[in-house]
């Protein structure tokens, strides 16, 4: 189900000029950028529960790369 929303945001991004974006205040985090974000920090592995506040909700690439959920393609 996630591969299936990150291909469709992934093709809205292709499609949508970027302007077009802009204008509706539609901001896309890239994956490299999630990487790098995700890695300003480790999340201990003894912790009963996280709590993280991602901001721009959106798809939330950087709360899944943090966890681990997508990989560096």
Not at 4 to 22: A, H, L
Not at 32 to 47: D, H, R, S, V
Not at 56 to 63: A, E, T
């Amino acid at each position: 189900m996630l591969d299936y929303f990150i291909d469709r945001t992934d093709k809205y991004i292709d499609c949508m000029p970027k302007n077009k974006r802009k204008k509706y205040g539609q901001f896309f985090t890239n994956k490299e950028t999630a990487q790098f974000m995700a890695g300003l920090y480790t999340i201990p592995k003894n912790l009963s529960k996280v709590r993280i506040l991602d901001a721009g909700g959106g798809i939330g690439y950087i709360v899944l790369r943090a966890f681990g959920t997508i990989g560096a393609d």
